[in-house]
């Protein structure tokens, strides 16, 4: 049976407070930690001409099996769900053994909302396993199957390990601790409960340093903690059959049985832990200290609790990103570096009796002329995947009327003019870097949002802030979830950064699809209303959606916000997430000064100013940003009310030409027409620059036109008519 995804949703909401605060953290501290487990992609030159790389690539879909036979285990929903949407799968599928109510557990149900689980089934045992491994009607089949269970589910999930890879195999909980005389005897026991509590077959064993008398101490010790132990008999009867109290003379002696061992848990209660991990290599994790008690290990620490027993842990090791992706082995040889290479790759081949080979590698023995018009090479010293990256090209060139670049028409506001002029006129203003951080700019910034100066951060424009703020708050193989069709360049410097953008697409209504943002799972959240290009304004309801659920940063871009009714600002006060982020090149008319900023909490914006790097609004700059936030608003206020009253009457004039424009919040109007690209030509030809898109998503082709006084809104329409016109004939 599969659970409606609103059952996940209803699950999380009607959570009690304090259990999903904690499953909260828990999830964030599993991201977190396993985001820093990412596998990078290598490129590297073993000879000049010579190029081997590997990339790890997502894996498609992936199956997690959290247990509910004795209880409800949501801890692994994330500790399986989590990494693998750090890792960028595609699809999360969970099974789980029902309830009464023919679902898995309400618990269970939330864990799987916060951690981005794509479907959940109610399976459980060995025939979970099997339907995530081989595909039923429902379950679709999956590429790896994880997750802890009972010997039955180990059992099923070796039986089907030749189909689907799998985890390493799990047994009953495992710990061995080792104490020195230095340990408190009440805390050893304590952990020693706590895991023989887990199943009757889980093996706790305490290997003692010191002598009879720190073995006597902490065996008392266990007694009493079994006694009041809530699931005494549990443990008890792990404890008679599994358990072991044990000495050595040494730490070393203790760490070589350690290793021998290789136990799932080890605990190192010894003076100097950290020296004592050096000396460690077969374990499925250690714990240093025993104030690092196992239990927070399993909930909290971030660590993934899914770990090899029965001594697997000499050869296997605990769940990781690295299990969800598939690596990627490419290979570039250049004509020069192949000639080279013949001669030595052939007598290995002939040595081996494979002459196919060797006439292969002979034959590019002599020079290979190059293909026409074939340039060099560079050496291989960019990142990764840079080469791959378009350079920006706005392809614009000079034309009498420019409607292409959302920019004013209306030219730069007189005080802002005024204090331009001032500034370059003044040598030491020219001649000395501008202040750092813009700080008068920022308190006119402040005082126009209603911040405090503490929460504003400035840039070279607003695209340098958010190229910044992803910079800051997201690392290599994190996602970026972004509304599509939206701003261009987001998922330029999401790969710039390292990051794997992932598109979502808006709903039928131009609103953002909040749910299936959520369920990305991204660190990183972008958010454009007005959006560029629809011009369509994102529902308060939806913003307020992911801003309030959202795990990581959620930037809210409102670069056309003065042309719309205000959403974001008033959200910074019960977020500490949100990014609401302002240009003064769009309403303000100074989009030649580049000048953008944002707001936040004074942590977040600390954080991008370190990214953003120093001096990036300059001199000039500031003193016409503070000028038009201090002396133009009147005039900034009047040029946007026009800009509203004409692009309404944009939008009427383009229904009579038989068009569909989107209703726009913006200083531009987006209207579908077939063949944009060529109409857009057209039109130059005749005088007139629009913005053509091709292909948007749920859109087709569209031009986009910035509202402007009404002469150059007549000529854009009696050049837009005319291009219509002969493409139809």
């Known amino acids: 049976m599969s659970a409606p995804t609103f059952r996940f949703t209803g699950a999380l909401d009607a959570l009690d407070p304090a259990l999903r605060r904690a499953l909260e953290r828990a999830a964030e501290n599993v991201a977190a930690a396993h985001r820093a487990q990412l596998p990078a992609a290598i490129e590297i030159e073993t000879e000049p001409g010579v190029r081997v790389g590997r990339r790890p690539d997502p894996l498609a879909r992936v199956g997690v099996y959290a247990p509910g036979g004795r209880a409800a285990y949501p801890s692994s929903v994330l500790m399986g769900a989590v990494p693998a949407r750090v890792a960028g799968v595609g699809e999360v599928v969970l099974c789980s053994p029902p309830g009464a109510d023919g679902l898995p557990s309400a618990v269970v149900l939330a864990a799987a909302e916060l951690a981005g689980v794509d479907r959940v089934f109610a399976i459980g045992g060995a025939g979970a396993i099997a339907a995530m491994a081989y595909g039923t009607e429902s379950v679709p089949r999956v590429d790896r199957v994880v997750g802890p269970g009972n010997a039955w589910v180990a059992e099923a999930k070796l039986q089907v390990s030749g189909g689907?890879?799998?985890?390493a195999p799990a047994g009953p909980s495992e710990l061995l601790v080792i104490a020195d005389e230095r340990a408190r005897p009440d805390a050893i026991a304590r952990e020693v409960v706590a895991q023989a509590e887990h199943d009757p077959q889980a093996a706790v064993a305490v290997l003692t340093l010191g002598g009879d008398d720190v073995a006597g101490r902490i065996a008392a010790a266990v007694a009493e903690a079994l006694a009041t132990a809530p699931r005494r008999g549990v443990a008890a009867e792990a404890l008679a059959t599994r358990g072991a109290l044990l000495s050595a003379r040494v730490l070393d002696d203790a760490l070589a049985f350690a290793g021998e061992y290789a136990a799932e848990h080890l605990l190192l209660a010894v003076a100097d832990p950290d020296a004592a991990l050096a000396g460690v290599r077969c374990t499925g994790t250690v714990f240093l200290g025993e104030a690092s008690s196992v239990a927070f290990g399993d909930y909290m620490t971030g660590a993934n609790h899914v770990l090899p027993t029965g001594g697997l842990a000499r050869s296997w090791s605990g769940l990781s990103t690295h299990d969800f992706v598939?690596?990627?082995?490419?290979?570039?040889?250049?004509?020069?570096?192949?000639?080279?290479?013949?001669?030595?790759?052939a007598t290995l081949a002939e040595a081996e009796r494979l002459p196919g080979h060797a006439a292969a590698a002979r034959a590019w023995a002599a020079p290979q002329a190059p293909p026409p018009m074939a340039s060099p090479r560079a050496p291989a010293l960019a990142r990764p995947g840079y080469r791959h990256i378009p350079r920006y090209s706005p392809e614009r060139t000079a034309c009498p009327v420019d409607l292409s670049d959302n920019t004013s028409a209306w030219g730069p506001p007189r005080g802002a003019s005024r204090a331009l002029l001032a500034a370059a006129a003044s040598a030491d203003t020219v001649a000395r870097y501008p202040?750092?951080?813009?700080?008068?700019?920022?308190?006119?910034?402040a005082a126009y949002l209603g911040v405090g100066a503490d929460q504003v951060v400035t840039g070279c424009g607003s695209d340098d802030i958010l190229d910044s703020a992803i910079r800051a708050f997201g690392q290599p193989g994190d996602r970026l979830a972004y509304p599509d069709p939206s701003f261009s360049m987001i998922p330029v410097f999401a790969r710039l950064n390292g990051l794997a953008p992932i598109a979502v697409p808006l709903t039928e209504s131009f609103?953002?699809?909040?749910d299936a943002m959520l369920a990305t799972g991204a660190r990183i959240i972008y958010l454009c209303s007005p959006n560029n290009p629809t011009g369509t304004a994102l529902s308060r309801a939806a913003i307020e959606r992911v801003v309030d659920r959202a795990q990581g940063l959620v930037i809210l871009d409102g670069a056309y916000a003065e042309?719309?009714?205000?959403?974001?600002?008033?959200?910074?006060?019960?977020?500490?997430?949100?990014?609401?982020?302002?240009?003064?090149?769009?309403?303000?008319g100074?989009?030649?000064?580049?000048?953008?900023?944002?707001?936040?909490?004074?942590?977040i914006v600390a954080e991008i100013a370190k990214s953003r790097g120093p001096y990036k609004v300059n001199a000039l700059a500031e003193r016409a940003a503070r000028a038009a936030l201090t002396e133009d608003l009147p005039w900034v206020r009047g040029v946007v009310a026009e800009t509203v009253a004409l692009r309404a009457r944009l939008v009427a004039a383009l229904a009579e030409l038989g068009l569909a424009p989107l209703s726009s919040a913006a200083n531009f109007v987006l209207v579908p027409v077939p063949d944009a690209a060529m109409i857009a030509g057209r039109m130059r030809t005749n005088g007139v620059a629009v913005r053509a898109f091709t292909a948007l998503r749920g859109i087709g082709d569209a031009l986009r036109i910035a509202v402007a006084p009404w002469p150059a809104l007549e000529t854009c329409l009696d050049a837009l008519r005319d291009a219509l016109a002969e493409a139809r004939r």
């Open 590 to 603: 100074l989009a030649g000064l580049r000048v953008g900023y944002a707001a936040g909490a004074p942590e």
């Open 511 to 514: 609103d953002v699809d909040a």
């Open 326 to 345: 598939r690596w990627t082995t490419w290979q570039l040889v250049e004509p020069a570096a192949a000639a080279r290479l013949a001669a030595d790759v």
């Open 435 to 445: 202040s750092l951080d813009a700080e008068a700019a920022i308190a006119a910034m």
């Open 563 to 588: 042309f719309a009714e205000e959403v974001g600002l008033d959200l910074l006060a019960r977020s500490p997430r949100l990014l609401v982020t302002r240009t003064l090149s769009k309403a303000f």
């Open 164 to 167: 689907v890879t799998i985890d």
